[in-house]
């Protein structure tokens, strides 16, 4: 621990080192994607796509994730979006939610019991998103913004992004909201600018070797709100499909290089 | 039951290329639960691979390896259709494996 | 019988015993239970191995976490039927022993598990002799935790 912030004070005191660092640093991160779980999590998410459940005992397969009902192709670059069936604007795990509740008959407290799981037993949504994010690798991100509730839910998203609230008077912005700052070794990406938001969004749902799980986009925002010491978000909330909404459509255009793998 | 393992394995300048997925907890002993019991040793011990039924490359490994092992290897030579083989022992005697033939 | 040829006989028998059985799995615990590298590398009759630029190490400089530090490791060492993966500073430093024989090539790349900064020390065996190169990985912590 020590030795980290050590490490971390002496590259700063030396800007060529500090160049090296994340050069070295880039470098790991390309190495670990190389060799990643990441399609292990996409193959059980196929099968659960296609496994009949819920008392209907139907599968996944015409769910409508974006794309047209059963269509995977692309169809993760194209969320969060606005659907006519729901009249919402919704994202991959809301989606989900929705389709194991109307496709398969699962109720929503059997569905969302355990969203997040950990590194012995990743959860259906974890695996799902994997598997499904995995088919819209190389599209472009373009979520949607010009239909009226995708413009609400655009600026929902951008006023809490920016909205400090909680013990610690904390918002997104408060470490994400500047260029070139970071935690540790860690750069923090400024994700209201564009630059930075793009290779972001485009490297969600990740792999995490820290601690060997999946992590979903609906996770991330829950944890930072943790860290923000702030109330815990309900899952597939419009609170945290607009969070989801602003971020992808700050990062649009940017090709999706698929489900990530991160420290 | 083991988790999934996958492999693919692709011909390169006059070798083959083989990148091989495993599903393994590759508990080290160390780790403790929520009422602060270490979690046992749990680890795979040994790698086999194998091209058309005969080993070319045997591993042991600790529990140094990271949880959900990756592996690569290279083969001497290799054709289109040669099968290749991989498999794992754990120290407690589970096993798995997976096959493919050379793209 | 006499005293010479027992003891003969009996050396013969401690070696049958001692020697590893090729068609089961063999797992060297007293080198992967070593608490330094010295000692894992001795328990292998690998003890005095001479530093080689044909030992290629590729491996980032710094991992943002110790769970998971990726190592490719090159045999350029003609003959290699042998390289061994040690981390210095683990409490178990060997973490591998990889056996190569016709058909594969002396490469592999791995991740591995540090606790903390430490060097890699990669062994190869090649006609009955050894070839050694470290090198040094930063472990650091990323993030704040989250």
């Known amino acids: 621990m020590r030795g980290a912030a050590l490490l971390a004070v002496s590259l700063l005191a030396f800007p060529a080192a500090a160049q090296d660092a994340k050069k070295e640093i880039q470098r790991y991160q390309q190495m670990i994607g190389e060799g990643s779980p990441v399609e292990l999590f996409e193959l059980e998410g196929e099968a659960l796509w296609k496994k009949p459940q819920g008392p209907k005992q139907v599968s996944l397969e015409k769910c409508d994730v974006g794309a047209g009902a059963g269509v995977l192709k692309g169809a993760y670059a194209r969320l969060p979006r606005y659907f006519k069936d729901t009249?919402?604007?919704?994202?991959?795990?809301?989606?989900?939610?929705?389709?194991?509740?109307?496709?398969?008959?699962?109720?929503?407290?059997?569905?969302?019991?355990?969203?997040?799981?950990?590194?012995?037993?990743?959860?259906?949504?974890?695996?799902?998103?994997?598997?499904?994010?995995?088919?819209?690798?190389?599209?472009?991100?373009?979520?949607?913004?010009?239909?009226?509730?995708?413009?609400?839910?655009?600026?929902?998203?951008?006023?809490?992004?920016?909205?400090?609230?909680?013990?610690?008077?904390?918002?997104?912005?408060?470490?994400?909201?500047?260029?070139?700052?970071?935690?540790?070794?860690?750069?923090?990406?400024?994700?209201?600018?564009p630059r930075d938001a793009r290779p972001v969004v485009a490297t969600w749902p990740a792999y995490r070797v820290s601690n060997s799980q999946f992590k979903t986009m609906q996770w991330r925002i829950n944890d930072c709100y943790r860290q923000m010491r702030m109330p815990e978000p309900i899952f597939a909330s419009e609170a945290t499909v607009a969070l989801n909404l602003f971020l992808a459509a700050t990062g649009k255009g940017e090709p999706y290089r698929g489900p990530g793998t991160k420290r | 039951m083991a988790g999934p393992m996958k492999m693919r394995a692709t011909l390169a300048g006059g070798y083959t290329d083989v990148r091989v997925l495993m599903t393994h907890p590759m508990e080290t002993g160390q780790r403790k639960d929520a009422e602060g019991k270490a979690l046992p040793l749990h680890f795979i011990q040994n790698l086999t691979v194998k091209v058309n039924g005969k080993t070319v490359m045997e591993g042991q490994i600790s529990q140094a390896v990271s949880r959900n092992p990756v592996f690569f290897f290279r083969l001497r030579g290799g054709a289109k259709g040669d099968k290749i083989e991989v498999s794992w022992l754990d120290n407690r005697g589970e096993t798995n494996k997976t096959e493919t033939a050379i793209a | 019988m006499n005293d010479l040829r027992r003891k003969t006989l009996l050396g013969a028998a401690a070696l049958l015993l001692l020697k590893p059985f090729a068609a089961l799995a063999a797992w060297h615990k007293e080198a992967f239970g070593a608490k330094s590298a010295p000692d894992a590398l001795k328990s292998l009759g690998a003890a005095n191995p001479a530093p080689s630029q044909d030992v290629v190490i590729e491996a980032p400089q710094i991992a943002e976490n110790g769970a998971v530090v990726p190592i490719e490791i090159t045999s350029n060492v003609k003959g290699t039927t042998s390289i061994l993966v040690l981390i210095d500073k683990n409490p178990f430093p060997l973490a591998g022993k990889f056996d190569f024989s016709e058909g594969a090539l002396p490469f592999v790349k791995l991740n591995v598990k540090m606790g903390e900064t430490s060097d890699v020390r990669v062994v190869a065996e090649a006609g009955g002799r050894h070839y050694v190169a470290t090198k040094e990985i930063k472990v650091t912590i990323g993030g704040c935790g989250g």
């Open chain 1, 87 to 193: 009249d919402r604007v919704m994202d991959l795990e809301t989606r989900l939610l929705h389709c194991m509740q109307t496709l398969q008959g699962r109720s929503a407290e059997e569905a969302t019991k355990r969203v997040f799981g950990n590194e012995d037993r990743p959860s259906e949504m974890e695996y799902l998103s994997a598997y499904i994010a995995g088919q819209a690798r190389g599209a472009a991100m373009s979520p949607g913004v010009d239909h009226p509730k995708e413009k609400q839910a655009l600026e929902l998203g951008r006023k809490l992004f920016f909205h400090r609230a909680g013990s610690w008077d904390f918002s997104c912005a408060s470490c994400h909201g500047e260029e070139g700052k970071r935690i540790r070794m860690q750069d923090l990406p400024a994700l209201a600018n």
